[in-house]
Every structure is written in structure tokens, then in C-alpha cells.
């Protein structure tokens, strides 16, 4: 079974639009960790930000923002006006530190801002 | 301060070749993963290192495949006899104190491609 899922394959928006990627995830232990990955079209992973399960806080970060939900077993990760630099792909991903070593990722968004 | 380093970017192999690919950790990190990336796929835990030491290899294919850091040097994936099926991305992480716990950051990979 798919423990992260993120449904949406590929996204087009217009630059200065926002959008969101959505990602839901599966887990039965009640300690882990999100986290959300973008991968440019220079292939690199680059870190954006890790969340706990007991911190349902929002997060902002300039024009990034991260909604947990653990009612919906959801981390939704949204871009405010986005721009052409935003271009990439995403990752969601869950680490479970009792039950091992792994992260477990999400296959991915592909987000096209389109200028 | 350098991040985690990866090279080749992009190795090419003729079936039945050996591929070697090299991971330098972030400076002060001690463990490394490794991660499969096949084509619009996520990624998939492969290896967790800590020197000199396999903590996890869960996700490694049964045969043909290794892994190994040494106190000195980079860690090393090794693919023996290698089929047009390990042609794929693969990433190495690094993490100061391991585990499902701490963030892993990640290389540029390497881009194996199997003739």
C-alpha cells in the first residue's frame, strides 16, 4: 500500500496564481514526520520543510505556506502568486522513526508556472 | 559548507558492466541513504549507512547490488552485471544523527543509464 499519496500528477498555472499540492498520507504510528521536497529540473532535491505529528501548526514561509491536517491525514503544501522559478517537481514525504530508517515518498507533483 | 556531494551526474553502462557511483556526505553528517528514482516514479529506500556499518538494507535488490561506507572515503553503491532495468536516478542523503528521525538532505544523484 501506497503510504503517501499525492494525486495530482501534474499542475499548470498562470504565473501570480496560487496553487496547491495536496498529499495524504497513511501511518498507524503516532510519532512521525512530513516532509516536502522540490526537485528543479536540475534534478537536485532540495529540502523545504519537515513537519511532527504532534505540531498541527501552519507554517508560512515567505510565499510558501503548509497546512497539516491529522484529522484528514493530510500536509497540503501551497505556493501565493507563484513564479516560473517555482517550476519543479514536488515531493511529500513520511518517516516513521519506530518502525524504521526510510523516508516513504509520494511519486510526486509536476508543477508548471506558466508566464 | 558543501553539500552532499554525488558523482558521476551521469554514468552510461553496457549491459553486464559494473557501475560504481560515489556519495560524499554533507560535512559533519555520518549517515548516508541511498534512493532509487525510476523514471515518474518517486524515489525508493535502497540502504541506510553509518561508517563502516549497513543499518538498513531493507530495500536493497537481493542480488547484485551493494553498498559500503568506509571510515575513509565516500560511500560506494555498486551494481554488478548491470540490466537496462537499473537504468534510474540514484540519490544519496545525508544526515548528522540518523534515523527516521532527522532530515535527510540530499545529492544531485547520478543517472545511470544501461545500454
Known amino acids: 500500500a501506497q503510504k503517501v499519496t499525492q494525486a495530482q500528477t501534474e499542475i499548470s498555472v498562470v504565473e501570480k496564481e496560487d496553487v496547491t499540492l495536496d498529499c495524504v498520507y497513511e501511518t498507524r504510528d503516532t510519532t512521525y514526520y512530513l516532509f516536502w521536497y522540490k526537485q528543479p529540473p536540475s534534478g537536485e532535491l532540495v529540502f523545504l520543510i519537515r513537519?511532527?505529528?504532534?505540531?498541527?501548526q501552519n507554517e508560512i514561509s515567505g510565499r510558501y505556506s503548509w497546512n497539516f491536517q491529522k484529522s484528514t491525514s493530510s500536509f497540503n503544501f501551497t505556493i501565493t502568486a507563484s513564479q516560473v522559478v517555482d517550476s519543479a517537481v514536488y515531493f511529500c514525504a513520511l518517516s516513521e522513526p519506530n518502525t524504521g530508517n526510510q523516508f516513504y515518498f509520494g511519486t510526486g507533483t509536476s508543477l508548471t508556472v506558466i508566464p | 559548507n558543501a553539500g552532499v556531494m554525488q558523482n558521476p551526474r551521469h554514468l552510461v553502462r553496457r549491459r553486464g558492466q559494473e557501475a560504481r557511483l560515489r556519495c560524499s556526505p554533507m560535512?559533519?553528517?555520518?549517515?548516508v541513504y541511498w534512493y532509487r528514482q525510476l523514471p515518474e516514479e518517486g524515489l525508493k529506500f535502497m540502504v541506510y549507512l553509518q561508517k563502516e556499518n549497513i543499518i538498513d538494507e531493507s530495500g536493497m535488490p537481493k542480488e547484485r547490488f551493494s553498498a559500503e561506507f568506509p571510515k575513509e572515503g565516500p560511500s560506494i553503491l555498486r551494481i554488478q552485471q548491470v540490466v537496462r532495468g537499473d537504468s534510474a536516478a540514484y540519490f544519496c542523503?545525508?544526515?548528522?544523527?540518523?534515523?527516521?528521525?532527522?532530515?535527510?538532505?540530499f545529492g544531485p544523484g547520478t543517472r545511470l543509464t544501461v545500454l
Open positions: 560535512k559533519g553528517h555520518s549517515h
Open positions: 513537519r511532527n505529528s504532534f505540531d498541527e
Open positions: 542523503a545525508s544526515s548528522p544523527r540518523g534515523g527516521a528521525l532527522d532530515t535527510q538532505y
